[in-house]
């Protein structure tokens, strides 16, 4: 059994963050493990604003060090890190391990966070976290930040974008161009450095997507984990993404989350069991 872990904050409405990876990896049938970070809560009451809790530095470590005991780990992936503390915690703890796939989800804001971009956080990411990155995965609005190149709108913008985030250390760069690209296809770009690729799919119209961020990086993580090669890996986590996408789901009044069980068809599992 792979082992594969998630250093991430907590979604409690059960759609995005360390919620999504755990229900992607068992969709891939790796066996996961999840060290929290924060704890990201919304209020119904105020319009559905988030509120991230941070976690100390010293619990994450506690947590990291649990998940390590025994044989190693064949992939991780981090989301939401809370803080540029628990970023060096984690670091400091993984430049000690060896750990082959290290899928880097630049996670720096979500939707209707009002602690919206934390700059230590963005300092700590590029300084610390994208130079272990086997792959990290922005969206486009995270791109134009960790690129210092604003606002993107176009291919070539993405192109240069990739360049810039390839030379802040991450091995491979997946931008995920999604509806912000005002394309009619939902258009990644991938880049080794050496290569562009773009990988596309149809662009579903639908409000029911949160989650779909972190539910590609795992998706990547738990493929990369089963020895799929790097384009490979990411072109499964388009493909499953995108069935997730398709048969999202509304959760409650506010917010409708990707379906995590859509690709292996999970319907069926569920009437199987009554
Ligand atoms: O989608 C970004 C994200 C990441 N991690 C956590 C989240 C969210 C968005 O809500 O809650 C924990």
């Given at each position: 059994m792979k082992k594969v872990l998630t250093i991430a904050g907590s979604d409690s409405t059960g759609g995005a963050g360390l919620e999504a990876d755990l229900k992607t990896f068992e969709e891939y049938g790796v066996f996961g493990f999840a060290s929290i970070t924060s704890i990201v809560t919304m209020d119904p009451k105020t319009g559905w604003s988030h509120e991230v809790t941070e976690l100390p530095a010293e619990l994450l470590l506690k947590q990291l060090i649990s998940a390590f005991a025994g044989s190693g780990m064949a992939a991780l992936k981090t989301g939401m890190m809370g803080n540029d503390a628990n970023i060096l915690a984690a670091v400091d703890f993984l430049d000690k391990q060896q750990v082959e796939n290290i899928v880097v989800d630049p996670v720096i804001a979500c939707k209707?966070?009002?602690?919206?971009?934390q700059p230590e956080v963005v300092t700590a990411i590029k300084k610390y976290l994208l130079p272990l990155a086997t792959i990290t995965t922005p969206n486009l609005v995270e791109t134009g930040i960790l690129a210092e190149l604003g606002d993107l709108t176009n291919l070539t913008d993405m192109k240069k974008a990739a360049r810039a985030i390839w030379q802040q250390g991450a091995k491979n760069v997946v931008i995920k161009g999604g509806h912000r690209l005002g394309s009619d296809k939902a258009i990644d770009l991938f880049y080794d450095g050496a290569e562009f690729v773009t990988f596309e799919n149809e662009l579903y119209q639908t409000d029911f997507n949160h989650g779909a961020g972190c539910t590609f990086a795992a998706a990547v993580t738990a493929g990369l984990a089963k020895g799929a090669p790097m384009r490979r890996a990411v072109a499964m986590a388009k493909q499953f993404v995108a069935a997730a996408i398709k048969e999202g789901?509304?959760?409650?009044?506010y917010v409708g989350h990707v379906w995590h069980g859509a690709y292996n068809k999970a319907q069926k599992r569920m009437e199987a069991i009554q």
């Open positions: 209707g966070t009002a602690q919206i971009l789901v509304q959760i409650n009044p």
